[in-house]
């Protein structure tokens, strides 16, 4: 599995949505370049795509192609993998216990509890993130109750593990810049293996838009 991301300045009002997508869209296209040697442009990628039943974009004449886009407050990250994928990058943010309640499962609640403020905002977006990168698997998104399927975090030296109460799926996550989490899950594989992450540059995207 290969995972981009790239940074940008947010803009507010009608050019955000915008931007987010373009962002989204030129990470796709420069992984497909790198991988596959397909030097496709926006343009012509928007013109490939298909929706599923829920909405999930795939590749109409490359379905063994999966791949999966997230942006978040100046953070676009793009998965590209041989099976189903999700991925979501949140920042770090506030939390109202109301949501938390809404959205974790009884002992993922009682796992949030035995942190101080500040690691309660973080452990919250680890699990958000999980959550939403598993419903976008299938496109479901957050049509979804979130509490539906539940995570383990376990500490792994100075990193955190995650488990997935589907133990057909695996699940991987990083956090980023201090105080973004982007994970991704992965339909068939209970273990997640050779996740090679790329930074890329607004110049690295814009040279390899310059060389088509």
């Known amino acids: 599995m290969q995972i981009y991301i790239t940074g940008y300045k947010p803009e507010q009002g009608?050019?955000?949505?915008?931007?987010?997508?373009?962002?989204?869209?030129?990470?796709?296209?420069?992984?497909?370049?790198?991988?596959?040697?397909?030097?496709?442009?926006?343009?012509?990628?928007?013109?490939?795509?298909?929706?599923?039943?829920?909405?999930?974009?795939?590749?109409?004449?490359f379905p063994q192609i999966h791949f999966n886009i997230s942006h978040s407050q100046g953070i676009a990250a793009c998965?590209?993998?041989?099976?189903?994928?999700?991925?979501?990058?949140?920042?770090?943010?506030?939390?109202?216990?109301?949501?938390?309640?809404?959205?974790?499962?009884?002992?993922?609640?009682e796992f949030l509890q035995t942190f101080d403020k500040a690691g309660q905002e973080e452990m919250f977006y680890r699990?958000?993130?999980?959550?939403?990168?598993?419903?976008?698997?299938?496109?479901?998104?957050?049509?979804?109750?979130l509490r539906e399927v539940a995570f383990i975090m376990e500490k792994d030296g100075e990193e955190w593990k995650s488990n997935c109460s589907d133990d057909t799926v695996g699940c991987y996550q990083q956090?980023?810049?201090?105080?973004?989490?982007?994970?991704?899950?992965?339909?068939?594989?209970?273990?997640?293996?050779n996740v090679r992450i790329s930074w890329l540059t607004a110049q690295a995207l814009d040279w390899d838009r310059a060389a088509r």
């Open 175 to 193: 956090k980023i810049k201090e105080d973004y989490i982007w994970s991704v899950c992965q339909a068939e594989k209970k273990e997640i293996e």
């Open 127 to 145: 699990f958000w993130t999980l959550k939403e990168s598993y419903l976008k698997l299938d496109g479901s998104g957050l049509t979804r109750d």
């Open 79 to 109: 998965a590209i993998s041989d099976y189903e994928v999700g991925i979501d990058v949140e920042k770090i943010a506030p939390i109202r216990a109301s949501v938390a309640r809404r959205v974790l499962a009884e002992k993922e609640l």
């Open 14 to 61: 009608k050019m955000k949505h915008r931007k987010e997508h373009q962002k989204g869209l030129s990470l796709l296209c420069y992984g497909l370049r790198m991988q596959y040697n397909l030097p496709f442009s926006m343009e012509e990628i928007e013109a490939e795509l298909e929706k599923g039943e829920h909405g999930k974009p795939y590749f109409r004449y």
